[in-house]
């Protein structure tokens, strides 16, 4: 399983968008649900919610990777980016399974744990963003009762290989009071 957004952060940050020096110092550690089998890690899920999401990045982090007038800019394009996540509420960011745990439902139930949280904190809704291509995260979200609200096409940008997909799906879930 996973999610589209953080290779957004190759507008920003090119090749080094996985560059811990960059988002290791601003980790928000209230937007990130762990999931551990003993003292392994399984995986991860960050999200925003609100407006506040799983890392905050400085210029002087930025500044410390790239230097001066380029972190200038990459830090700009990264506040831009970063907009997008603003009104979406209850947003899942990023999930990432280590691989030996994929298919035996370790996303599934990260995903239902976030969902448990939103839904005892009274959230309305969750969103998601998930390449066309994924069709085995699609099917595990739609288990959890994710709809499909919106296609975006990236017929040609995919050819520069930017981006992951030709294709970029929304999910959204409508939470309740009685459960997910």
Same mark, same amino acid.
């Given at each position: 399983?996973?999610?589209?957004? #953080? ?12 560059? #811990? ?11 990130? %649900? %762990? ?15 609100? $407006?506040?999401? #799983?890392?905050?990045?400085? &210029? ?12 200038? !800019? ?17 947003? %899942? ?16 139930? !990260?995903?239902?744990?976030? =969902?448990?949280? !939103?839904?005892?904190? $009274? ?12 069709? /085995? ?6 288990? =959890?009762? &994710?709809?499909?609200?919106? /296609? ?11 981006? $992951?997909?030709?294709? %970029? ?5 409508? !939470?309740?009071?009685? $459960?997910?």
């Amino acid at each position: 399983m996973a999610s589209s957004s #953080p290779i957004i952060y190759r507008l920003a940050f090119g090749n080094d968008w996985k560059n #811990p020096e960059i988002f290791s110092r601003s980790i928000n550690w209230n937007r990130l %649900l %762990l999931l551990k089998s003993g003292s392994e890690l399984v995986g991860y899920l960050q999200f925003y919610r609100d $407006g506040i999401g #799983p890392h905050d990045v400085s &210029f002087a982090d930025v500044k410390d990777v790239f230097g001066g007038w380029s972190a200038a !800019l990459r830090y700009v394009v990264y506040r831009v980016i970063k907009r997008r996540f603003h009104s979406r509420g209850a947003y %899942l960011y990023h999930i990432k399974i280590v691989k030996d745990y994929r298919g035996k439902g370790a996303g599934k139930f !990260l995903t239902r744990a976030w =969902l448990d949280s !939103l839904n005892a904190q $009274g959230v309305d809704s969750a969103s998601l963003e998930v390449w066309a291509k994924n069709t /085995t995260a699609i099917g595990c979200y739609e288990s =959890l009762g &994710f709809q499909i609200v919106k /296609t975006t096409s990236f017929k040609y940008l995919h050819r520069f290989n930017f981006i $992951g997909d030709k294709a %970029l799906i929304t999910m959204e879930k409508k !939470l309740n009071k009685d $459960g997910v």
